[in-house]
């Protein structure tokens, strides 16, 4: 049978009865929360819900990854070269790149004008650091502190993400040009 769509799974018999499978959904949902209540009951730690924001979780992962930096030249600009390659991989569409020219400089001669990050959207995969070439966009360990109630209130600006440097991230240098792709001025 031809596919709607190419990933579509294919239904045995069993899924196909519909209630079996609402059945096994119900008592893994059921499963876990009887299995907190009898924790919270016992006065042990159960349930990871955090009232955020005026909770936060404690128990954050070390390899957690969750606030987006842009690193900088030695002069202080935008390392970021507005090749769009993080934005066209992001696959939450989180972010949006207006781009400039920077004649001043030949061999970047793009960078952005409008650098930022929907953080209503982001799933912090970090795809876009694993895409960007210049190491110009990074990943700190802290969490955003985006509450809103309004999504226009979640993006993170390019002043934001340029300002987010962690106290903990190496100085950034940034790399000889290699040979045969010196600057030429005009
Ligand atoms: S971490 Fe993932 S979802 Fe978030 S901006 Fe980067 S590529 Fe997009
Ligand atoms: S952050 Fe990196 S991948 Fe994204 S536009 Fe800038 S240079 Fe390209």
């Known amino acids: 049978m031809k596919k709607d769509y ?4 294919t239904l045995g018999l069993w899924e196909r ?19 907190n209540l009898w924790k919270w009951l016992t006065f042990r730690k159960g349930a990871l819900t955090a009232y955020y924001p005026e909770e936060t979780r404690a128990d954050y992962s070390p390899v957690n990854r969750g606030r987006h930096v842009l690193t900088r030249r030695d002069g202080g600009e935008v390392q970021c070269v507005s090749c769009n390659m993080c934005a066209t991989i992001c696959p ?6 207006l781009s400039r ?19 209503s959207r ?36 390019q002043d934001l993400l340029l300002g987010w440097q962690p106290a903990g991230d190496p100085a950034k240098k940034y790399p000889a040009p290699a040979a045969g792709r010196e600057e030429v001025h005009p």
């Open 92 to 97: 939450a569409y989180a972010i949006e790149i």
């Open 17 to 35: 009865l519909y209630l079996p499978e609402v059945v096994r959904g119900l008592s893994i949902t059921g499963g876990v929360f009887f299995g």
């Open 101 to 119: 020219a920077d004649l001043e400089h030949p061999t970047h001669p793009k960078a952005p004008e409008r650098f930022e990050i929907d953080y």
């Open 6 to 9: 190419w990933n579509k799974p």
């Open 122 to 157: 982001c799933i912090f995969c970090g795809f876009c650091v694993e895409a960007c070439p210049e190491d110009a966009i990074r990943m700190a360990k802290e969490v955003p502190d985006f509450p809103g109630f309004d999504r226009e209130n979640m993006w993170a600006t």
